[in-house]
T-cell receptor, first 119, second 114 residues
Framework: GDSVTQMEGPVTLSEEAFLTINCTYTATGYPSLFWYVQYPGEGLQLLLKATKADDKGSNKGFEATYRKETTSFHLEKGSVQVSDSAVYFCALSDLRSGRLTGGGNKLTFGTGTQLKVEL | GAVVSQHPSRVICKSGTSVKIECRSLDFQATTMFWYRQFPKQSLMLMATSNEGSKATYEQGVEKDKFLINHASLTLSTLTVTSAHPEDSSFYIC??????????FGQGTRLTVV
């Protein structure tokens, strides 16, 4: 079945440091890939997404490129801020092998990576 | 973005009792709602998918008689953990979506069964 593997945390960085959170996936079909972020006390929010190979998703300075050859979707940011401290989840949704239930798409998540950014 | 409100955020209950968790879409009509649970250091695992007005579809290994899901309206879905036991202690998260749009997530509910 589909699965997502992401690096374990917590990841602790100093402000303005470069961030990489690794994410790899296995899927039988043609997945769309997502990064979600969860700030303390809040729900998961979609950070960025990519729907096909070589697509780059970007938002708020974060980027991730859909690499089919390495089945990866690593999250990067050139200069992190304290306000980026949160838990980041990599996820995939596979329209072909997943379940479509009345318009719903099943999301498969990684374990989440906690990021702590310090001054 | 759209707002999904989940309530309560934390609940502690005694073993053998039932707990109800609500998931509301505040500014849109959710045709589909999803319920996930997350154990420490593990992925969010989909428990069930519910469509308004119909029975929920449960993932393999999830007991439908233990985790009762009701999606009675386009803005409300409830998850009831019946006869809760300590092993049901977990973080439960709902999400809601309309067809062909992204899913929006609630804040999650931390359930502790003592």
């Amino acid at each position: 079945g589909d699965s997502v593997t992401q690096m374990e945390g917590p990841v602790t960085l100093s402000e303005e440091a470069f961030l990489t959170i690794n994410c790899t996936y296995t899927a039988t079909g043609y997945p769309s890939l997502f990064w979600y972020v969860q700030y303390p006390g809040e729900g998961l929010q979609l950070l960025l997404k990519a729907t096909k190979a070589d697509d780059k998703g970007s938002n708020k300075g974060f980027e991730a490129t859909y690499r089919k050859e390495t089945t990866s979707f690593h999250l990067e940011k050139g200069s992190v801020q304290v306000s980026d401290s949160a838990v980041y989840f990599c996820a995939l949704s596979d329209l072909r092998s997943g379940r479509l239930t009345g318009g719903g798409n099943k999301l498969t998540f990684g374990t989440g990576t906690q990021l702590k950014v310090e001054l | 973005g759209a707002v999904v409100s989940q309530h309560p955020s934390r609940v502690i209950c005694k073993s053998g009792t039932s707990v109800k968790i609500e998931c509301r879409s505040l500014d849109f009509q959710a045709t589909t709602m999803f319920w996930y649970r997350q154990f420490p250091k593990q992925s969010l695992m989909l428990m069930a998918t519910s469509n308004e007005g119909s029975k929920a579809t449960y993932e393999q290994g999830v007991e439908k008689d233990k985790f009762l899901i009701n999606h009675a309206s386009l803005t409300l879905s409830t998850l009831t953990v019946t006869s809760a036991h300590p092993e049901d202690s977990s973080f439960y998260i709902c999400s809601a979506k309309t067809p062909y749009a992204e899913a929006f997530f609630g804040q999650g509910t931390r359930l502790t069964v003592v």
